[in-house]
């Protein structure tokens, strides 16, 4: 385990809780030092979740570490059980708890408790967060379905052509990136497609729900760093097809629906199920925004992946970087990486990154909230595209990153900073003219934004040394363009000092305006 200020990740056991916490009734048991109850503040704060996570822990401190914390684990157990009356009750234990080898899931297994139980190993000292909430989900999946997997080589039966399609969303949690609204999008799409969701999980479901799995005719692996592992024994198991295409930006929304139609035998014209506007806006937008930007992308393993492509063949960047914090995933980004020419940066150390941005200068970041910081240090434009993720990135309205609604999304959110990037080098470019200089305040306050000029009571507008300008005067100045107006106001200025005129009127503009002229 590596000391750091900043991580993509946090232990495994905070992966157990993002999969507590998505599910209707279980709770989890979590052997903890009290210092570990900060898990709580990722939901209520970060995600702004209005209760906090079904999670008990039993928050030893160093003085218990002397005796046996056993008991302290058995009667977590019975009162979280007759608490919250869960129907599963998971047991797992945080790093310091796995040292001292109490072995929680097993003492709980043996404690006679009247509500199943799920032991999980979360070996904290090698593995991280998405590998946490990817154990968690598969042991509950397995937990609940075991007993109903057919004798191994028993055949699926074929779908009924009378019944609909259907299929389980599997992977979306909470602290997960949009995982929220991307459930929504997809559902519809393929409501659009006449393909219903059986269940949806661990977002929203119940252990009761996961017992229902089997009954759809395939797996969508829609977030594959939680849901790869169920998704791949359930399909040895149940011999349930997986649909692998993360359907985010345009061509991958497409390749999903063909995938979708081809799983389920469909035939489905892909144009009738519907469409994006990003292809149109990235060909239509001034390709100064947008044309071989160069452009460094940094995130879990399948965002990574699916942005760089969304990057380079519906944007038009150019992918100068390419890298994951995710070990689980660090041999598909590598031969993502390959397909752009480039060797894949697999870290987790925010230091690291940081230097290859630096290194390679890019026009703009697709990162985390980690390359946020490194892309506001350096002055380089960045969009978020995947967890971590600050409060920000959990907005109220909907702002899926999937399917086509996804698409659109997308395209403001990459596009936006590098217009906001180009609109701060032309403010710096004009930074002498007298409309941009950093004295005027911003022009969405319209003519609040004076700089050093004051209006008196009679709305006279008073320059600096105290040459007034009448009103009828000013109104006149504002009728020249705004690019050379800067220069009209000085030169009039300038020419009424020499003057000795302590008022401008009309026709000191006119006169000035003789007087430079000649
Ligand atoms: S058990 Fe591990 S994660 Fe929890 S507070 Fe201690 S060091 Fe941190």
Redesign the pocket.
């Known amino acids: 385990m590596e000391l750091t200020l900043w991580t993509y990740e946090g232990?495994p056991h905070v992966g157990a809780i993002r999969i507590a916490a998505s599910m209707r009734d279980v709770h989890l048991m979590l052997h903890?030092?009290q210092?570990?109850t900060y898990a709580d503040l990722l939901f209520t704060m970060i995600e702004r979740d209005g209760q906090r996570p079904p999670v008990t822990y039993t928050t030893f401190q160093a003085r218990d570490l002397g005796a046996s914390t056993a008991e302290m684990v058995i009667q977590s157990l019975r009162e979280s059980a007759e608490r919250f009356k869960p129907q599963v009750l998971m047991v797992a234990d945080?790093?310091?708890?796995e040292l001292i080898q109490d072995q929680p899931g097993a003492l709980a297994l043996g404690a006679d408790l009247p509500v199943p139980v799920i032991p999980l190993e979360m070996a904290?000292y090698t593995r991280k967060e998405n590998w946490g909430a990817s154990e968690t989900f598969y042991q509950l999946v397995r937990g609940l379905l075991s007993r109903q997997a057919p004798a191994p080589g028993t055949e699926r039966p074929k779908r009924d052509p009378a019944v609909r399609p259907s299929v389980n969303l599997l992977g979306p949690t909470k602290l997960g990136f949009r995982c929220r609204d991307d459930v929504v999008e997809i559902e519809r799409l393929l409501a659009s497609m006449g393909v219903d969701v059986n269940v949806v999980a661990p977002l929203g479901a119940s252990p009761w729900d996961l017992q229902s799995i089997p009954n759809a005719d395939a797996n969508v692996n829609l977030c594959p760093e939680v849901s790869d592992l169920t998704c791949s024994w359930l399909a040895r198991t149940f011999g349930m097809p997986t649909i692998q295409t993360m359907p985010m930006g345009w061509g991958a929304t497409r390749d999903f629906i063909a995938e979708v139609a081809q799983v389920l035998g469909l035939t489905i014209n892909i144009d009738s199920v519907g469409d994006s506007r990003l292809p149109w806006y990235s060909r239509s937008i001034d390709s100064t925004y947008l044309t071989g930007k160069r452009v460094f992308v940094f995130a879990d393993g399948s965002h990574a992946i699916a942005a760089a492509r969304i990057a380079r063949d519906e944007m038009g960047f150019e992918v100068v970087g390419l890298g994951t914090y995710s070990r689980e995933r660090a041999r598909d980004v590598r031969a993502a990486a390959k397909e752009y020419g480039l060797e894949a940066l697999i870290t987790d150390n925010y230091l690291e990154v940081e230097a290859r941005v630096q290194e390679l200068q890019p026009e703009m970041v697709l990162g985390t909230q980690m390359e946020r910081h490194i892309a506001k240090r350096l002055g380089i434009p960045c969009a978020v595209i995947s967890t971590p993720a600050h409060v920000q990135d959990y907005p109220a309205r909907y702002s899926p990153q999937m399917g086509f609604e996804g698409a659109n999304v997308l395209f403001d959110t990459w596009v936006h900073p590098l217009i906001m990037g180009l609109e701060e080098h032309l403010l710096h470019m004009f930074r002498d003219d007298f409309e941009f200089n950093d004295s005027v305040g911003p022009s969405h306050l319209g003519s609040e934004g004076e700089g050093a000029r004051s209006k008196s009571e009679t709305g006279e507008v008073i320059n600096e040394s105290n040459i007034v300008w009448a009103f009828e005067a000013e109104k006149e100045l504002r009728k020249i363009p705004f690019f050379v107006r800067g220069k009209a106001r000085r030169n009039t200025e300038r020419f009424a000092e020499e003057q000795g005129i302590s008022t401008i009127q009309v026709d000191t503009l006119y006169d000035a305006k003789a007087h430079f002229s000649s």
């Open positions: 232990p903890s030092p210092g570990d945080s790093c310091t708890a904290a």
